[in-house]
């Protein structure tokens, strides 16, 4: 049965310039869970996961700036780097007074939320990535455009990685490989095909696109975040994600040897057809985890 508790609710919060969209769920004194979503989407991909734990924790999923309901400064009043994406995200979890969190993190959402966690260690409880990378071994053979782009960032390699950003690419590539066709919904693709051709849209993700390099370079500097707090760490991944491959979860064993790992028979988008099975997995790993800290 369904509590008034498992309600989303739809909310702003100004930071800085940015006004932050953001949807939350569950009961204020329960935990805190922060949940950052990925390319090229927005908060709307945790729709069906945030009713499945609202009786348990207080969900909370912002739009990160560049994405989806949030509206922040035009490029060039504001710069679309990674740094900034975290910038905005802690003094998000600032206006909130979100004194202690667990973090879930998917796909650009996990670069955020290292940084995050990594800054205030003693505010992060647990880690859950679903498909978020953190090692070299995670990134597949798919990249060659955007590896190109880092190397020498050329108006001919920024152009050549428009075709990431392409309904084909979104529907077919990142949404589709993987998935099964019968439990694939196509309300997430289609919003975020309808976001990516909005003015302006495709300029700041390939501003982000460049900026990635950052993430890879700061890989190390998570590795060594890793090894010194211990955070308990739950990696639930799909396994037939064409752009984060499983070896990425298996790594997160080099610096955590306690880390949780499942593969789902999944693609990159996994909550679109396993919020269930995640949710269980969250849900057993987050009351282990909680109890034993408290």
Excluded at 39 to 65: K, T
Excluded at 190 to 203: F, N
Excluded at 225 to 232: D, E, L, N, T, V
Aim: hydrophobic residues 40%; charged residues 20%.
């Amino acid at each position: 049965m369904f509590h008034d508790h498992t309600r989303v609710s739809y909310k702003t919060q100004q930071v800085g310039d940015v006004e932050v969209f953001y949807r939350e769920a569950g009961r204020k004194d329960a935990p805190v869970l922060l949940l950052l979503h990925g390319f090229p989407g927005a908060s709307h991909v945790f729709r069906d996961l945030m009713p499945l734990l609202a009786q348990h924790y207080r969900l909370i999923a912002p739009d990160l700036p560049g994405f989806g309901n949030t509206k922040a400064p035009p490029r060039g009043q504001f710069d679309y780097t990674f740094e900034n994406l975290y910038n905005v995200i802690e003094g998000f979890t600032e206006a909130l007074a979100l004194a202690s969190y667990s973090v879930y993190v998917f796909d650009y959402g996990a670069p955020v939320g290292f940084r995050l966690a990594a800054a205030n260690p003693h505010k992060v409880s647990a880690i859950i990535s679903q498909n978020g990378n953190a090692y070299v071994e995670g990134i597949s053979d798919q990249w060659g455009a955007w590896q190109a782009y880092w190397r020498e960032p050329s108006a001919a390699n920024r152009q050549a990685c428009r075709a990431s950003l392409s309904p084909q690419a979104i529907r077919d590539w990142l949404y589709g490989t993987g998935a099964d066709p019968g439990k694939l919904s196509p309300d997430g693709y289609t919003l975020d095909i309808a976001y990516m051709a909005r003015e302006g849209a495709e300029e700041i993700q390939l501003d982000l696109i460049l900026d990635y390099r950052s993430n890879v370079a700061a890989y190390p500097a998570f590795h060594a975040y890793f090894r010194q707090h211990q955070p308990a760490f739950l990696a639930v991944w799909g396994k037939h994600d064409p752009a984060f491959i499983p070896a990425g979860a298996q790594a997160y064993r080099n610096d955590l040897p306690n880390a949780e790992i499942h593969l789902l028979d999944a693609g990159h988008f996994a909550l679109e057809t396993h919020a269930p099975e995640i949710a269980q997995y969250l849900h057993d790993f987050l009351s282990r985890t909680l109890t034993a800290s408290s």
